[in-house]
């Protein structure tokens, strides 16, 4: 039927596709760029899936896990906050085109 089509087309909500990329995405790691990867992780919650700091800090914990050594929350806060300020990624631009959705590894 034409609903059971319709279905099918709808995309993941974005905090399902914030989700699925923390999970794809490679974890900070001291010495390594760390610092780095974690601006531009927060970047891509808050800019690109156009995340607020509450719901990119629940899933960001997760990730954050991984991390060695992992972020404090409120370090974390920082960076979400440092992300949606002087990030680039247009706001809202992986929630339009899936194929954007790359990984910093």
Known sequence: ??????????RPAPLER?????????????????????????CRLVRGFALSDHEALALLRDWNARCEPSWSDEDLLAKLKHA?????????????????QADYT
């Not at 039927?1 to 709808?10: E, F, G, I, W």
């Not at 914030?18 to 927060?42: E, N």
């Not at 990030?87 to 194929?99: A, Y």
């Open 84 to 100: 949606r300020r002087y990030g680039r990624e247009p706001v809202g631009d992986l929630l339009t085109d899936v194929s954007s």
């Open 1 to 10: 039927s034409r609903a059971a089509l319709m279905v099918k087309h709808v």
């Open 18 to 42: 914030a989700r699925r990329f923390l999970a794809r995405t490679s974890p900070a790691i001291s010495g390594q760029h760390g610092d780095l990867r974690t601006f531009r992780t927060c």
